[in-house]
């Protein structure tokens, strides 16, 4: 039997953007693995694929986000449905859930395609070695940007228990069926790996691309860089956060780095991070939605639908929203912040409120480096370095604003300060249960118009998500959690 290998249709994102590179457009679900690889065309093609798996609209080109901010405490639910995400909201998913088995599923189809990539990459033939090496990079860093979210939903926290039963580490091709069975490494084999390979994307991919577009949505060094920052923090590697940070965060106000016509720095003005081209200076890593229906979510799925069309899930109104700087015309940040006509406070961020929903996904942005600097710094005792990149990320949206004294003196309270200005600034980009879950936090409940959440001990069984029934079922050596 001859092997296939899955291809998305046309990825037109990429296509378009890159003149010199046009895929080919003929509309297909799958091709023989013998021609996959065949042309440079061909593979580039299957690269492209890689983005399209994190595209998938039950990962980061959709829900998984909305999933992090409904297991956090930032929003109540409103719709009891349970195609809405109810039971996320609730905390009590099962691991029959649709949402549990789709997200595993999701991300470990982008893992076996990283997988079968650098596989047909070191044996390739038809392109240069040197674009074989940036290939594999690519897919090193897809490879470990999912297994990062996968064994941060469904293992505990590394400062939790490093050495309790992580991810199964499949890091060879699967082509055929019967080669599903393998057991769980641990917490801290799953890190290690993830570190080990985005070290080795770092040096083997290029600094930058052709067009800004490229640049937003295709893995590159600093890319690879300021993932290990928010990877090496939810391991408390202080240290390690602020090495990885200094590569792209230059010494001095103003924050930024250049190299190879790439410039990361924050954007002027807040508001144009969600709307415009979407690939401005603060985009390390995007998910981007081409002019076309079939690359976008569908609605329920959409982040515009969730957050302010609907609205599926409203802001608390003793959570974050109720903090001054949303509530002041004096930081930028409040505009994105409306009223929906039930009177709840609802998020703006995301705009593009009927179909086809193309907002782009910000999955990594400069301001998320800095602030993981300065916690990073904060816990190393360094406390004005911590507080200038502090102040740097509120003085972009609140030119003239002080921290009170008390808010930066100690070092407990500017840890304190830089953990609120994180909860300001990546409200709803589904951050906030990172921080909660790798800092061994309760859950806190939470209110909605369906009921009330409860709370969630870090000793409790749905502190993550249970382990899949369909893995489970397929996977002889899985061991489901405590």
Known sequence: MKKYILISCVVMLFATACSDDMLDTQP????????????????????????KQLQNQSFYGGRFIVFNEQRADQFGQNDGNAATGSAVWNQNVASTNDFVNNVWSVGYTAINAANILISKMNETTVISDELAKDYIAEAKFVRAFCYFSLVQTYAKPYNQDKNAL?????????????????????????????????????????????????????????????????????????????????????????????????????EANFATIFGGSYTGTEAVFSIPFANTT??????????????????????????????????SATDARSSLIGTSPANQKVLKKFSVTTAPFRDYVPVIRYAEVLLNYAEAAANMNDLQTATSLLEAVRHRSAPAYAFPAADIATQEALLATIQKERDIEFLGEGIRLMDLQRKVQTLPAKTGSIGTAPLVLPTSSNYIWPIPSGEISANNLMEPNP
């Not at 609605?299 to 974050?320: E, K, M, R, S, V």
């Open 28 to 51: 297909q679900t799958s091709i023989p693995e013998s021609i996959a690889y065949s042309t440079p065309e061909k593979i580039l093609a299957q690269t492209n694929n890689l983005y």
């Open 166 to 266: 992580g991810l199964p580490l499949r890091l060879t091709p699967i082509t055929t069926s019967g080669n599903n069975d393998l057991a769980r490494s641990s917490v801290e084999m799953v890190y290690t790996q993830i570190l080990k390979d985005l070290d080795e994307a770092e040096a083997d991919l290029p600094v930058g691309y052709t067009t800004p577009l490229l640049n937003a949505s295709r893995a590159k060094k600093s890319t690879a860089i300021a993932l290990k920052t928010r990877v090496l923090l939810a391991q408390n590697d202080f240290a390690g956060v602020i090495e990885e940070a200094t590569k792209i965060v230059s010494g001095t106000q103003p924050y930024q780095y250049t190299e190879g016509g790439v410039t990361l720095k924050l």
């Open 294 to 327: 079939t690359e976008t979510p569908s609605a329920q799925y959409a982040l515009a639908y969730n957050y302010l069309t609907q609205p599926i899930i409203f802001l608390a109104a003793a959570g974050i929203v109720s903090d001054p700087a949303l509530n």
